[in-house]
């Protein structure tokens, strides 16, 4: 995976909330996606792109996807998956695993809880 940031890894959380804000304003992200997109077929090269968390997009295999996990889960005994995203719109970077699990969609949880990705429950 290849994380592209239009305002720099290294910001601060003030350079972070302030790009945000500029971002859904004038959409910066989305624009560099359907670029991307038009440069790279998805249908040519096999990639895909995506909004990711605040800041950011992904760009990855078709594939290879947050859902890439859930092979190493679903069928060893666990009878749930819960997944928490903040980003689970359509385009965003957690949007593809949010439907196969017990998802949640829980940006104020995220926040406080970051660590908290996936949680099984065994059968």
Same mark, same amino acid.
């Given at each position: 995976?290849?994380?592209?940031?239009?305002?720099?890894?290294?910001?601060?959380?003030?350079?972070?909330?302030?790009?945000?804000?500029?971002?859904?304003?004038?959409?910066?992200?989305?624009?560099?996606?359907?670029?991307?997109?038009?440069? *790279?077929?998805?249908?040519?090269?096999?990639?895909?792109?995506?909004?990711?968390?605040?800041?950011?997009?992904?760009? *990855?295999?078709?594939?290879? $996807?947050?859902?890439?996990?859930?092979?190493?889960?679903?069928?060893?005994?666990?009878?749930?998956?819960?997944? *928490?995203?903040?980003?689970?719109?359509?385009?965003?970077?957690?949007? $593809?695993?949010?439907?196969?699990?017990?998802?949640?969609?829980?940006?104020?949880?995220?926040?406080?809880?970051?660590?908290?990705?996936?949680?099984?429950?065994?059968?």
């Amino acid at each position: 995976m290849i994380n592209i940031c239009p305002v720099g890894r290294s910001c601060n959380q003030a350079g972070r909330d302030e790009f945000s804000k500029f971002d859904k304003e004038h959409h910066v992200r989305k624009k560099l996606v359907e670029k991307f997109k038009k440069e *790279f077929p998805p249908e040519t090269y096999g990639l895909i792109f995506s909004d990711s968390g605040q800041i950011s997009i992904d760009v *990855f295999p078709n594939g290879w $996807d947050k859902r890439i996990c859930l092979k190493y889960v679903e069928n060893n005994g666990y009878k749930e998956i819960h997944f *928490f995203g903040d980003n689970t719109a359509p385009g965003g970077n957690d949007h $593809d695993i949010f439907e196969p699990t017990c998802a949640h969609a829980r940006w104020a949880l995220m926040r406080r809880l970051p660590s908290v990705r996936l949680s099984v429950t065994r059968k």
